[in-house]
């Protein structure tokens, strides 16, 4: 049985730390590429039923992968936690010197949450709204 004092449980944190960060990067990355489709389409849509049609569309995907997103962070906080959690860990003496100093410092914090957490959920909610303004947004277009 492996322990956490065991060095092959700290590699394995490690390892899926890495891996967890890579998915998150490449959902977020599918993510936005996906969005900037939508905002570069609406200037070429022909009536406002083929642009709400689009907004929903978008906002079904973007939905699916603002789970995806979230799943992703929630995975890589919980493996970050533990990782601080164990002896002469690297990492968690570096989050806890980075997290020191002003309470103005805005690099104090990580902003891996916005990415994974905030940014999603606010654009997703830009493309709810979007169907509901379709005719708006179409007729300043045009």
């Given at each position: 049985?492996?322990?956490k004092?065991?060095?092959?449980?700290?590699?394995?944190?490690?390892?899926?730390?890495?891996h967890?960060?890579?998915?998150?990067?490449?959902?977020?990355?599918?993510?936005?590429v996906?969005?900037?489709?939508?905002?570069?389409?609406?200037?070429?849509?022909?009536?406002?039923?083929?642009?709400?049609?689009?907004?929903?569309?978008?906002?079904?995907?973007?939905l699916?992968?603002?789970?995806?997103?979230g799943?992703?962070?929630?995975?890589?906080?919980?493996?970050?936690?533990?990782?601080?959690?164990?002896?002469?860990?690297?990492?968690?003496?570096?989050?806890?010197?980075?997290?020191?100093?002003?309470?103005?410092?805005p690099?104090?914090?990580?902003?891996v949450?916005?990415?994974?957490?905030?940014?999603?959920?606010?654009?997703?909610?830009?493309?709810?709204?979007?169907?509901?303004?379709a005719?708006?947004?179409?007729?300043?277009f045009?």
């Open positions: 049985m492996k322990t004092s065991n060095p092959d449980y700290r590699t394995h944190l490690r390892d899926e730390r890495s967890m960060e890579g998915l998150l990067n490449q959902r977020f990355n599918f993510f936005i996906i969005f900037g489709f939508i905002v570069a389409a609406i200037p070429f849509i022909n009536n406002v039923t083929q642009l709400r049609f689009i907004f929903i569309v978008g906002f079904i995907i973007e699916l992968f603002t789970l995806l997103i799943r992703a962070q929630r995975k890589l906080t919980i493996n970050m936690d533990l990782l601080a959690k164990l002896k002469n860990e690297p990492s968690g003496k570096i989050d806890e010197l980075a997290n020191k100093g002003s309470k103005w410092n690099f104090k914090r990580s902003v949450k916005l990415m994974g957490y905030v940014m999603p959920i606010v654009i997703t909610t830009t493309l709810l709204i979007s169907i509901f303004f005719k708006r947004i179409y007729n300043f045009k």
